[in-house]
């Protein structure tokens, strides 16, 4: 089964992140990774792709940073990658996204599972996963915890997926789009017959004109991007004899709070 | 052309979180001159209008179609879309629950209308609709504005706005609607739901106690047919010492990626970057060390304890209260403290 996912380069999860004075989101040296959540997916994608004879092939909607979370892709062992350039693309805009993300999921043709990483951390947010889904007119199931089985002779998928309360067994036809949560697997470290693999490969880049598509009109737009306000905290080291002198006076400090 | 809420419901009762969207809706819809219709799909859902009503809304659209009564992405949607594209709302708004932000998104684009996720401060700038949202795994805030005359379609993070008092002498106007799909049109089926009762959600949560790999230092020692030592003594950690702290304050219990990682504590546990993004009154880190990762899952809480042997880790710089303490020693000391003083 031919399989799509997902991926984009994100700074560094160690990485300390600004604004700084021009208002641009800076991380100093550090480097960029792949999108954490994206680890799960990337994983998942190759593991499916085996178990169904198939293929695997992962995708970044973006400019040219995010080779580098294509190449360490290809570098755990997806088939091949492409990258999806749009000059006027706002990558907040999850609407001009998921019309670039659909329509280069058409252009594979034969694709009936797409597996995206639970949400990107750069935009801090699920929605374009939904709206790929959306605009693709397939079914969409999120937060997949496992995948429990693939038909390929019925076409039908079965998961299990988490919810607040509990977790549901669910089977739909294919094809879908999932999500799929930290936890569905391990994702593996790149091997050193596919780091070479991905040192040498060409990225092939997808305008929208390739796509047959133009982006829609901004439906949404970043005004500005602000530190975190500097959290005005004076902090208190209890103190005391004793254990129970401390907690004493931590309790005595959190009844006056009113926290408890 | 008023404000939707979309009141989530559970087994015929509201989500308790849904009074913080019909809040934030009817500040929009006051500054906006319109009223606040709440939509409410599934079993029960009349008596869950009026009581969305006690909470702000006006009005109240509801279907109760047997195909809404669990929640599945399809039906709602199409229901919501249909909905949206015969009232022209100024604004669909919903919490950022697992439920929520898939409806909320997935509406968005049937419609090609834009969306904010996750606000966590709301206002209005003109007919625009202007939203502060994290960015960058928390580590920045982005400002975002819908402009134009479209919908605009928005979710609140849980907890980010309060519910309004309840006012019992409200009342609702409420219009039945139809279901747009019928079970034939439904791809998925759901075969069977098991039900964790008692899973407090680290969202909804207003104390949190959390474990960090520190937790592993238990001066117990692990029996011979353990398997691994280490797991073993923070699973009794977790067990022994941080999960009564937590029952005694009715906390949910959280826990750092070190901690997840090392098997510790399932995963669903896990505040930070990789897990949840938290924001109770008071969050308690017990052998937590404040990684960056860390950081961004909690920050945003009311009031924060750090509990750790070592006076130099990081949490401490975001704490309001320390104690410099070996948390084996210190926290069923406080457990039997909180006994005494919380009368339990």
Known sequence: MQIVTFTRSTPDTAAKVEVNSSGVVTWGDAATVVNPWDEYSLEEAIVQAKNTGGKATVIAIGPEMHNEALKHSIAMGLDEAVRVQADDLDMTDSLGWATLAAAAVQKMGNAELVIFGKESIDVATDQQVYQTARKLGWTMLSYVSKILAIDTANKTIKVEKVLEQGKQIITVKLPVVISVMKGINEPRYPSFIGIRKASKAVIPVWTPGDLGVSLPGKTSELVAYHNLPARAVQTEIITGESVQEKAAKLVDKLLEEKVL | ?344
């Open chain 2, 1 to 344: 052309m008023s404000v939707f809420v979309w009141v989530e419901t559970f087994e015929g009762a509201m989500n308790p979180s849904s009074r913080e969207a019909l809040a934030a809706g009817k500040t929009l819809a006051d500054g906006l001159g319109v009223g606040v219709t709440a939509l409410v799909f599934g079993g029960n859902a009349a008596a869950i209008a009026n009581e969305a009503g006690q909470y702000g809304a006006t009005t109240a659209v509801i279907c109760d179609d047997a195909t809404l009564n669990d929640f599945r992405l399809e039906p709602y949607a199409a229901l919501l879309t249909k909905l949206v594209q015969d009232h022209s709302p100024k604004v669909v708004l919903a919490v950022a629950t697992n439920r929520g932000r898939e409806l909320v998104a997935s509406s968005a684009a049937d419609t090609n209308s834009g969306m904010i996720a996750e606000a966590i401060e709301l206002g209005l700038d003109g007919e625009a609709v202007v939203a502060t949202k994290a960015a960058y795994a928390g580590k920045v805030l982005g400002k975002m504005a819908l402009r134009g005359t479209g919908t605009k379609f928005v979710t609140i993070r849980g907890r980010a706005f309060k519910p309004q008092e309840q006012n019992t002498s409200a009342s609702i106007t409420v219009t039945t609607v139809a279901a747009v799909l019928t079970e034939d049109a439904i791809a998925s089926k759901i075969e069977s739901f098991e039900q964790e009762v008692g899973k407090v959600n680290l969202s909804d949560a207003a104390i949190i106690v959390s474990g960090g790999r520190g937790i592993a230092n238990n001066p117990k020692n692990a029996p011979a047919d353990a398997g691994d030592a280490t797991i073993w003594k923070a699973k009794d950690g977790f067990a022994t010492v941080i999960t009564p702290l937590a029952e005694m304050l009715g906390a949910a219990v959280g826990a750092s990626r070190a901690a997840v990682d090392a098997g510790f504590i399932p995963y669903d546990h896990q505040v930070g970057q990789t897990g949840k993004v938290v924001n109770p009154d008071l969050y308690i880190a017990c052998a937590i060390s404040g990684a960056i990762q860390h950081q961004a899952g909690m920050r945003n809480s009311k009031l924060i304890v750090a509990i750790n042997k070592d006076g130099d880790a990081p949490i401490f710089k975001l704490a309001r209260y320390g104690v410099v303490e070996d948390v084996y020693n210190f926290v069923p000391a406080l457990t039997e403290e909180l006994k005494k003083r919380l009368g339990k």
